[in-house]
């Protein structure tokens, strides 16, 4: 079964400094795609950042990058210069095309809040 | 485009009243899915359509709990009789086959008192 992880329920980071929340995931399908996802307290999901099991290079958007480990089955974000509206949570997801499986599973989500 | 449009964005209801939540997803897409959001239990998927057919609703609770999509602009998921425990925010999202981006609505909270 798909499962994903995300250890830290939540984090505190200073505002302009760099934060790496965590997710490792589990699986046996070689194909499959990995997303982070962002909720501020509006409670809308905006999607961030994606990786595919077969992308050569970690995935990056703006401030966001993917730390994709495919050996230890991570995938942890990189958020660069946090700013104030970062803080949200955070959900990593899994889809696995390759099971003809198109849904996303997500991970139980790291609350991040940016002090100033 | 105006992204996953979901009604009502609230939805306060009496035990045993029958509720309705409705979706119309970005034009193109073929990928319909319902998520259901808790502090206990996350996001759980609920059911996904493929072309307006149900592919699997192994997530939905019980048989209180239907969906239908009797056409590529809409779906609803109908909750009858409803329960105080039904009560959480509910997600529609969609996404086109072989695109990643899974575009997710503003969401329905539910109350059930």
């Known amino acids: 079964a798909q499962k994903i992880t995300q250890t830290q329920p939540g984090m505190f980071v200073q505002e302009k400094e760099a934060v790496t929340l965590d997710c490792t995931y589990d699986?046996?399908?070689?194909?499959?795609?990995l997303f982070w996802y962002k909720q501020p307290s509006s409670g809308e999901m905006i999607f961030l950042i994606y990786?595919?099991?077969?992308?050569?290079q970690n995935a990056t958007e703006g401030r966001y990058s993917l730390n994709f480990q495919k050996a230890r089955k991570s995938a942890n974000l990189v958020i660069s210069a946090s700013q104030l509206g970062d803080s949200a949570m955070y959900f990593c997801?899994?889809?696995?095309?390759?099971?003809?499986?198109?849904?996303?599973?997500f991970g139980k989500g790291t609350k991040l809040s940016v002090i100033p | 485009d105006a992204g996953v449009i979901q009604s009502p964005r609230h939805e306060v209801t009496e035990m045993g009243q029958e509720v309705t939540l409705r979706c119309k997803p970005i034009?193109?897409?073929?990928?319909l899915f319902w998520y259901r959001q808790t502090m206990m239990r996350g996001l759980e998927l609920l059911i996904y359509?493929?072309?307006?057919?149900?592919?699997?609703d192994s997530g939905m609770p019980e048989d209180r709990f239907s969906a239908k999509m009797p056409n590529a602009s809409f779906s609803t998921l109908k909750i009858q009789p409803s329960e105080p425990r039904d009560s959480a925010v509910y997600f529609c999202?969609?996404?086109?086959?072989?695109?990643?981006?899974?575009?997710f609505g503003s969401g329905t909270r539910l109350t059930v008192v």
């Open positions: 999202a969609s996404t086109l086959i072989n695109n990643y981006g899974y575009t």
């Open positions: 699986t046996s399908d070689p194909s499959y795609g």
């Open positions: 990786q595919g099991s077969y992308d050569q």
């Open positions: 997801a899994m889809r696995h095309p390759g099971a003809g499986s198109y849904q996303l599973t």
């Open positions: 034009s193109g897409h073929d990928y």
């Open positions: 359509f493929n072309n307006n057919v149900p592919i699997d």
